[in-house]
């Protein structure tokens, strides 16, 4: 059983954050922590300047409301919210923060997959604790 678990969590339709959520309840020892982290990723400069001038931070403030409110229905929960690359930073945080295991909703790999990678695989390869895939 683990006392720190990660759950990275992305609001892409087809990630299954709701079975990474059980998954790390059903691994955790009594009292451990399970942390709901989701990374933003910067957005680019030739785009920023189509959206609204508050857009990141309502956006920041939205994804931390749901992530609040996912880690409030957990025993030891919490949400937090981090900018960066999604993979780098997961793998950071996670070392950062004395993180044993690491639970990851992916979706179906494809071809794209080939040549941009997803996150759970670099997650998977880069990480120096146990990571679970949930697919």
Excluded at 24 to 30: H, I, K, R, T
Excluded at 52 to 70: C, F, G, H, M, N
Aim: proline share 4%; with cysteine.
């Amino acid at each position: 059983m683990y006392r720190k678990i990660l759950v990275p969590i992305s609001f892409d339709e087809d990630r299954n954050t709701k079975s990474a959520i059980e998954v790390a309840q059903a691994l955790s020892a009594e009292g451990a922590q399970i942390t709901l982290l989701h990374v933003m990723e910067e957005i680019p400069g030739y785009a920023i300047s189509y959206m609204p001038t508050d857009y990141i931070a309502e956006s920041r403030k939205a994804v931390q409301a749901e992530l609040s409110e996912k880690a409030d229905a957990l025993p030891n929960g919490q949400g937090v919210v981090v900018e960066g690359h999604s993979g780098r930073t997961i793998v950071e945080w996670a070392e950062k923060h004395g993180v044993d295991c690491i639970v990851i909703a992916s979706h179906r790999p494809g071809m794209q997959d080939l040549l941009l990678g997803s996150t759970a695989h670099q997650v998977v390869r880069h990480s120096s604790c146990a990571v679970h895939v949930i697919r």
